[in-house]
């Protein structure tokens, strides 16, 4: 009987992954909380930041949060001027954001500090094990029919 065929729920692979990911967005948060930051703000920054002006929907698609979070996060950001609303070019009654030039200079200094983080999990481990690590979650997304961000 192998690990995964335990039935203890600790030992199924995506509560592991979940666990994972939920420490190093607290880790994150905690370094990122100097500099008025959450992970999920830095989240959005960094997707506005990779992806240019989006719709709420769109944002809500690359940080894989509800669309009703997104909507309150966003308008929290709007509130500290990180983010602004501006219209849709195609299709005047819609409404994208983007980042201020204030989400522009904090985005730069965050990606930064989560570039180092990201490094320090990945820390004994060798490119090929990354790229199997990568291939491996790849793999499980589409089995569960998550799209690749």
């Known amino acids: 009987m192998t690990v995964a065929d335990r039935p203890l729920s600790v030992n199924w692979p995506i509560r592991r992954m979940s666990h994972v990911v939920e420490r190093h967005l607290a880790n994150i948060s ?3 909380r100097p500099h008025g930051l959450t992970a999920p703000m830095w989240r959005v920054l960094n997707g506005l930041a990779e992806g240019g002006p989006s719709s709420i ?3 809500a698609k690359h940080t894989a949060f ?3 979070y997104v909507s309150r996060l ?3 950001m709007a509130e500290e001027g990180l983010v602004e609303s501006v ?3 195609t299709d005047r009654r819609f409404r994208n954001v983007r980042l201020s030039e204030q989400g522009c200079e904090r985005h730069n200094i965050a990606r930064e500090i989560v570039i ?3 490094r320090s ?3 004994g481990l060798e490119p090929g094990d990354i790229d199997a690590l990568m291939h491996l979650i790849d793999k499980v997304a589409r089995n569960i029919g998550a799209e690749r961000p």
Do not use: P, Q, Y
């Open 30 to 32: 905690v370094a990122l």
């Open 57 to 59: 929907a769109d944002i």
């Open 66 to 68: 509800e669309r009703s």
């Open 74 to 76: 966003v308008t929290r």
């Open 87 to 89: 219209g849709d070019t």
């Open 116 to 118: 180092a983080l990201n």
């Open 121 to 123: 999990s990945m820390e």
